[in-house]
């Protein structure tokens, strides 16, 4: 069960828009590495020399945080897309309302 979910981890994709070097937790070393090679996986940077098994800690993590953060923006998106929505649905209601009100007078 490990050794799959270290396989896992070590499939991960990292999108080509990352900025190592604004990732303060890996070293100076392995910002410019990382940067260089460009890996598309989390194996592929581990694999580079310089590249410590606590920078590819430090790379899952951010990659993690991210993606959290992403999809909290998406929810959120969508939460306000959808009560938009609602009131404008809601707003023709009361319009309609109003108008058949008016008209039976």
Do not use: C, F, W
């Not at 900025?19 to 910002?31: N, P, S, V």
């Not at 090679?37 to 899952?60: C, E, H, N, Y």
Request: no cysteine.
């Amino acid at each position: 069960a490990q050794v799959a979910k270290v396989a896992g981890k070590m499939n991960k994709q990292i999108p080509p828009s990352v900025d190592y070097g604004k990732i303060t937790t890996l070293r100076m070393e392995a910002r410019e590495k990382l940067q260089k090679m460009k890996p598309a996986t989390v194996g592929q940077a581990s694999r580079i020399g310089g590249v410590t098994p606590a920078d590819v800690s430090s790379l899952l993590v951010h990659l993690e945080v991210g993606s959290r953060k992403s999809s909290r923006a998406d929810e959120r998106a969508a939460t306000k897309a959808t009560r938009k929505k609602e009131a404008g649905e809601e707003m023709e209601a009361r319009e309609a309302e109003a108008e058949r009100a008016e008209s039976s007078r």
